[in-house]
């Protein structure tokens, strides 16, 4: 593997080193408590899958709160603050079979054995932490529990409450239009996990840039050493060319880089070769906007001797930035998949301000599942409607109800991958804003 440490050490002092190209961020802090801002987001979520094939189905149906305080940073040179993020919940229902990443469960009988997640579902539950933070100029440092947002370090938000990363990441906007970053985490703990390190990380380093050529082009690169487990790079352009009548075309390329280790967890490989299992996967999109309309067409490719593995090693449920990801990714073993996708702005038709809908079917093929066969395919059929309140009382509260209807041809179900399954998930959110 790259030296990863040596790298996020370049990145620090070159962060420090750097002269300032545009106002410090911090000679403009307020204060602790002025700049300190909090809020409440109230959530109830609801997934259920309808599985085939005679697997049994899944639903989970909860309640929380997510916190999420943060102060202002004291004045001075260097300036010091602190946060806090966190989480509780309650199940509505029984939910005895409850499942799809929402709902912890208590450890019980498996098979005989004392199995962690066997046993019956939390009725309520509690997570979360503290971090404290510096800033220097336009350089930030945060250590603790974060929720992250990198295309290979990722926190999985797509459920009833975020993933949290335990570590420290550095954020750089030393040089105008340009973020650098570095961090280092040693603690993950899934949506559905009260054990503060769930997934059992050892060691992530985290490093990259992305960098504003102007308001049309831009581009990034991150990477990620995960100890014992793996070594990724990501890599992503985006263009934005206008057109009349406020229309534009939208061309983004991105593409990741995987290498794993011998102890790393994958599925869907072809080698027997642990120390040998590697994959590239990279995607190419284009979208039309021109009014409420926007039209996005994609092709996304994979090969290796793996799938496009991620999540299970810790590397974060949401770490997959490419663009046929809904209910399945279309990242198979050496699969090849195309979408087309079409959402609709009704407040821009004058008809309901803040009512959105957004369709798209993904087609895969030539999936290799080792031993079975090479031509695989898997479809799925994706529809999204979500109503954002847009003033009065209720402001910014909306309501999110999807729809998968995912097939997998019969050497690519259950034991290669998810399976047949019809998917419905609504989500209520109202966001409380305390300071």
């Given at each position: ?8 050490l ?27 801002n909090?809020?409440i ?9 309808d599985?085939?094939?005679g697997?049994d ?12 305080i ?5 004045p ?7 946060g806090?993020?966190?989480d ?13 990443n ?5 450890t019980?009988l498996?098979?005989g ?8 579902s939390?009725?309520?539950?509690a997570r ?5 933070k ?11 529990t ?15 409450v975020?993933?949290?990363?335990t ?16 961090g280092?985490?040693?603690?993950n ?9 769930g ?20 581009a990034?690169?991150?990477?990620l ?25 939208t ?13 790393a967890s ?15 996967i990279?995607?190419?999109s ?14 996304q ?29 279309f ?8 979408q ?21 079917f ?17 479809h ?36 290669a ?19």
């Amino acid at each position: 593997m790259l030296n990863a440490q040596k790298l996020t050490l370049a990145v620090l002092i070159s962060a420090a080193i750097i002269s300032s190209a545009q106002a410090s961020e911090q000679s403009e802090a307020k204060g602790f408590v002025e700049d300190a801002n909090g809020s409440i987001l109230f959530r109830t979520g609801y997934i259920s899958r309808d599985k085939k094939n005679g697997v049994d189905d899944t639903s989970s149906f909860a309640q929380t709160a997510i916190v999420n305080i943060d102060s202002g940073f004291t004045p001075g040179i260097v300036g010091f603050g602190v946060g806090v993020v966190g989480d509780g919940s309650f199940k509505i229902g029984e939910n005895n079979n409850a499942g799809n990443n929402m709902i912890p469960r208590e450890t019980g009988l498996k098979d005989g054995k004392l199995t962690k997640g066997a046993g019956d579902s939390y009725d309520h539950w509690a997570r979360g932490g503290g971090n404290v933070k510096a800033r220097f100029s336009n350089t930030t440092v945060r250590y603790g529990t974060q929720v992250l947002d990198l295309p290979v370090l990722a926190s999985n938000t797509a459920r009833l409450v975020p993933e949290y990363f335990t570590g420290t990441l550095l954020t750089s906007h030393e040089i105008k239009d340009l973020e650098v970053i570095a961090g280092k985490f040693t603690k993950n703990q899934y949506s559905d996990q009260v054990n503060t390190d769930g997934r059992h990380l050892d060691r992530a380093i985290v490093w990259g840039a992305k960098y504003k050529f102007d308001d049309n082009l831009n581009a990034s690169y991150y990477g990620l050493d995960n100890k014992d487990k793996l070594e990724r790079h990501y890599v992503n352009v985006n263009y934005k060319q206008p057109l009349a009548n406020d229309s534009s075309l939208t061309y983004d390329f991105s593409g990741y880089h995987t290498k794993f280790d011998e102890g790393a967890s994958t599925y869907s490989q072809t080698t027997d070769d642990l120390s040998n299992r590697k994959n590239n996967i990279w995607a190419i999109s284009t979208a039309y906007n021109t009014g409420p309309h926007n039209l996005m067409v994609a092709y996304q490719q994979n090969s290796g001797n793996v799938g496009y593995d991620y999540g299970e090693n810790a590397d974060g449920g949401q770490s997959i930035y490419l663009p046929n990801s809904y209910l399945s990714d279309f990242i198979g073993n050496d699969e090849k998949s195309a979408q087309i996708q079409y959402s609709l702005d009704f407040g821009k038709l004058g008809v309901l301000p803040g009512l959105n809908w957004t369709t798209a079917f993904v087609y895969g093929w030539d999936i290799k599942v080792k031993g079975l066969t090479d031509d695989a395919e898997e479809h799925e059929f994706f529809n999204q409607v979500k109503y954002t309140v847009q003033s009065g009382f209720a402001k910014d509260a909306s309501l999110r109800i999807r729809n998968s209807y995912y097939r997998a041809s019969d050497a690519y179900q259950t034991n290669a991958y998810i399976g047949d399954t019809n998917e419905w998930r609504i989500f209520l959110d109202i966001p409380v804003k305390l300071f």
